[in-house]
């Protein structure tokens, strides 16, 4: 009798060895797979922030040189009997907006288009029946985006 029940606790000190060693690799694997992912957020959740802090800065630059960019565009529509002054201009005017453009500054688009007070601020209001509720007539101010951030909105006029 005493050699069975020597058997039987080998068979299950055997069985609990291979167990617990088992049962360590388990727990360090799912501990593993825990930290993969938490850093894989960490990295997912850097990286939108970085993008926000870079848009954030280049907006608060380009915010700066908006005022510079409504100037030249006034010097280029004004009236002038010296043409090539005015083509000159308007040339600076189109370098000035691609370099800005390189940074992702966007126009946004207002005459002919719905009234959207995200992207669009009104300064005056007109009845016409000829146009559509809440169309933009005109444009007092370029408003500006860059990606989805309005950096300056559009002063506009807004029929009906």
Known sequence: MGEGNEEQKNVELENEAVETPKTEYEELEDRYKRLFAEFENFKKRSAKEREGLYNMITGEVLLVMLPIMDNLDKAASSETTDKSYQEGV???????????EKFGLKAIETVGKRFDPELHE???????????????????????????????????????
């Not at 007109?126 to 950096?151: A, F, H, L, S, W």
């Open 90 to 100: 308007k040339m600076v005017v189109k370098q000035y907006e691609m370099a800005l």
């Open 122 to 160: 009104a300064v005056s209001h007109i009845e016409d029946n000829t146009k559509g509720e809440q169309e933009i007539v005109e444009e007092y101010r370029k408003g500006y985006m860059i990606g989805t951030k309005v950096i300056r909105h559009a002063l506009v006029v807004v029929a009906n």
